[in-house]
């Protein structure tokens, strides 16, 4: 019996298994659909289909520069003990370097690239990852650029990934533009800034805070017995500085410089290119931890093992 190409697509579909195993497992079968799916999954292919409701949590989030091009992914997986298993590091450094160098518009788009030096597809070879590694995981966001000069840094062994992207003119010391990117990555590692500057600031986001900023300014001046218009015009001066904080808080450029406290981040990249004689201008920066805001499955540690016995 014959087959087509909407035979491999359907039977991928219904499998989660690879194009190559797909084609491979209605050739051996003649076609029959049936008899292709318990090929493979006496082949134990389609058990990484099994896998895929499973939640992950865990996992890296992995930065580089590949050719200049910078990137940032985070890849999760089940278990923290999987994600230091060099098999699914090697995987999430390859997915690095597929984005790099195929510019995917999307995680869908990715999927269907190459995997680098394989004759597979991202998705293939996830799913490969998924049958030897025995969890299931999940790419889940990546981030790439490239323009400008890119910096990378990962910390706590994967826990927490950061790119930073500079436009540098006029300095010839590429060493100390590094480190002053790197400075700057580990800056948004500690610190969490959600934009690059307060023009960044979502304005939404923006007025909801000045609204609530305000109504406690108000309520604050009301011991006070000032006249109503009075009471508000100190509660609007109020505000303004506390804006100001609140930029300082949530963004990258007018947080204060950790190292030193004493001027702002955008002070100090200022200062840098002023004594090595060209300009520096962050013009973005992404930072990816993993698991972040993905909620954790609570598992009973010994109903599971009961359930394992077959008690």
Known sequence: MAFTANDVKV???QTG???MDCKKALSETGGDMEKAVAYLREHGLA??????GRITAEG???ADVYDGVGVAVEVNSETDFVAKNEMFTGFVEGLAKAVA??????????????FPGLDKTVAEQQQEMILVIGENISVRRFARYAEGTNVPYVHAGGKIGVIVNMDVSGISNEDAVTMLGKDIAMQIAAMRP???NSEAVDAGELEKEREIQLNKAIEENKAKNLPEDKARAIAENMVKGRINKFYEE???LNQPYVKENKSTVEQHVQQVAKTLGGTIVVKAFTRFEKGEGIEKKEDDFAAE???MAGQ
Do not use: H, W
């Open 11 to 13: 039977l991928r579909e």
């Open 17 to 19: 298994v690879g194009m």
């Open 47 to 52: 058990a990484a289909q099994k896998k895929a």
């Open 60 to 62: 890296v989030a992995f």
């Open 101 to 114: 160098v195929n510019n995917p518009s999307d995680v869908d788009a990715l999927m269907a690239c190459t």
């Open 194 to 196: 959600l934009y690059l």
């Open 250 to 252: 949530i963004c990258l």
């Open 305 to 307: 093992v009961a359930k």
